[in-house]
Structures are given as structure tokens and as C-alpha cells.
């Protein structure tokens, strides 16, 4: 299976996608774009809502144009007992309040 950056290097050849792990990007520049897909979606922290506003953040630092990220808002039943034990829902609520209410312009400036 293709992961999401070689699909973008194959679809758009002219363009450099850049994988890896953005918390812990080495590189300082920014990005037109940052995605981050099922990336919180795993229960690697015990405050996910928490782990993943810093991700969100960092990710928003480094993009000149945007951010796209998904979370699970429910497992489907057919999931799996080990998928469901490693699989984190979200509150779409909690995020919402989160996006919309951050003083995101603000905390740019201050960077």
C-alpha cells in the first residue's frame, strides 16, 4: 500500500512532499500545506485531546496556506478488539470549540 506522500510525489510530481513525524520536524521552514491523516487517531498519549492541539499547533505554525487533520468521531462495530483497544475517539464537539475559539492570529505573531 502507498502512503499518503508517495501518492502526492506520484500524483503531482512537480510538487515535494515532505513525511514525517511534525512534532518532531527537524526542518525549520514552512509549508504551503500541512496534513496529517490518522495521526491522533491512535492512542499513543493519555490526554489525546491534549497531544493532539500540540500537534494541530506545530502544524499551524509551519503552513503558509493550511492545515487538514481528521479525527475518529466512532469505531465501527465490525472493528476488531485490538483495533478498538488502540483506537481513540474524539469529542467533534471539543474540537470545534477548540478551532473555532483559539486565537490562532495572535499566537502566530508571537512566534
Known amino acids: ?9 506520484k500524483k503531482y510530481p512537480g510538487v515535494v512532499a515532505i513525511t514525517g513525524d511534525a512534532l518532531n ?3 525549520i521552514e514552512e509549508y504551503d500545506w ?5 495521526a ?10 491534549s497531544y493532539g492541539k500540540k500537534l494541530v499547533d506545530v ?5 503558509k496556506k493550511g492545515v487538514a487533520f481528521n479525527v475518529l ?3 465501527p462495530e465490525s472493528a476488531s478488539d485490538s483495533d478498538k483497544n488502540a483506537l481513540y ?7 470545534l470549540e477548540y478551532l473555532l475559539y483559539r486565537d490562532w492570529e495572535t499566537d502566530r505573531k508571537s512566534t
Open 1 to 9: 500500500m502507498l502512503h499518503i506522500g508517495q501518492i502526492a510525489k
Open 25 to 27: 520536524l527537524e526542518r
Open 34 to 38: 500541512v496534513v496529517a491523516s490518522g
Open 40 to 49: 491522533i487517531n491512535l492512542k499513543d498519549s493519555n490526554d489525546m485531546f
Open 59 to 63: 502544524m499551524y505554525h509551519k503552513c
Open 73 to 75: 468521531t466512532s469505531i
Open 89 to 95: 475517539v474524539h469529542d467533534p464537539a471539543k474540537w
